[in-house]
């Protein structure tokens, strides 16, 4: 099988020829082996990893992503970020620890900016239509 992960500025693995691959989505864990049925998921935060054909193991920490299997012999995950390494204690420690410090900061980052936007747009309605708007003067 060929795999390739891509990042949105990089191809970070493309390798020509694995045996098997395991990731993990929300479901949890799975396994892809050549003549696997086209499949669709998006990943969670995990360590990617695969054996190649002299059966030496390799890993890559990704960021979430998307995963498709097709025609049997063909793995793509395209994700934000990916970190390839012989390394599997430094991936699963150190590397998946910093991306779900990321995801998190990014998440409440969003929440906050929606907070800011509702404020503004409760503003925007009270002082357009202030009979309609439903706050009282002294509201957020």
Not at 65 to 93: F, M, N, P, W
Not at 98 to 103: D, G, I, N, T, W
């Amino acid at each position: 099988m060929r795999l390739i992960i891509t990042t949105p500025t990089a191809v970070v693995v493309d390798e020509p020829a694995i045996r098997s691959l395991r990731a993990e989505d929300e479901t949890g864990s799975f396994g892809i082996l050549q003549g696997h049925e086209d499949f669709l998921t998006a990943l969670s935060i995990c360590v990617v990893s695969w054996e190649s054909g002299d059966q030496d193991h390799a890993f890559c920490a990704v960021r979430r992503g998307v995963l498709t299997v097709s025609d049997g012999d063909k793995v793509a995950i395209a994700t934000r970020e990916a970190v390839v390494s012989r390394d599997l204690d430094h991936l699963a420690h150190t590397v998946l620890a910093r991306m779900r410090q990321r995801a998190e900061d990014e998440r409440a980052s969003r929440n906050e900016t929606l907070e800011l936007q509702m404020r503004a747009i409760r503003h925007i309605v009270r002082y357009l239509h202030p009979e309609h708007a439903g706050l009282k003067e002294g509201g957020a």
